[in-house]
């Protein structure tokens, strides 16, 4: 094999690592920089393409029960958010969207169970 090879993989295999590494440092930086700065970087807009790769990247059945974990997890945690609501902002029907919501979550539960 090539040295270009010998070096693509310690590439790929170091792939995890770098990953989990970028993500701390977004987390970091989403709890640390003040909201002036904050909004700037993370908007629904540069956020979506991720969020969108991790849920609905994969059209492969096998990845399914970990999207449902990652949507329910989406959920959970926007349910969470609405507590700290003082009045109605989201607009639309919201009847509909907590009961999509609530398919997805126990689509992500059943997948979990059936681990």
Partial sequence: MSAASGADRVWVNRMPER????????TYLAKNLPEDQAKQIFTEKDVRPLVEALVLGSRDDSSLPRQLSLAGMFIEMGANLTRRLKEDRLGGNI?????DAQKVLIAAKMANLKR
């Fill in 19 to 26: 990953s989990r590494k970028a993500i701390d440092f977004l």
């Fill in 95 to 99: 009847d509909v969207t907590v009961k």
